[in-house]
């Protein structure tokens, strides 16, 4: 399985598939903007860390400052889960189930029912 991104002038989740054949993928990538563009093609992982069952990332915020050549770096300490609201498994290629963007999960019928906005707060 992999992860196919388009490489720019993208975001929420825009374009992102989970794919197995090569030749689609293949055909994905040589269709938009004519070889042109750039994509990011990711091996899936297919045994993750899950969160009840269900794919998360985790979001946290750090600042970087270099001031006369001096780095410092700073860390919030509050973060947060992003979740997905479908239980893992392979068998399906589910957006739902494999991408925990937030554009993409707020459209699923199951958004928000194990956690508010899919997200876990630590």
Known sequence: MWIVKPGENTNRGVGITVETNVNEIKE???????GQRTFILQRYIENPALFKGRKFDIRVFALVTSINGVLKGYNYLD????TSGKEFNLKSLNKFIHLTNDAVQKKAEDYGKYEFGNKVTF
């Open 79 to 82: 973060g947060y889960l992003r």
């Open 28 to 34: 994905i990538m040589n269709s938009e903007g004519g």
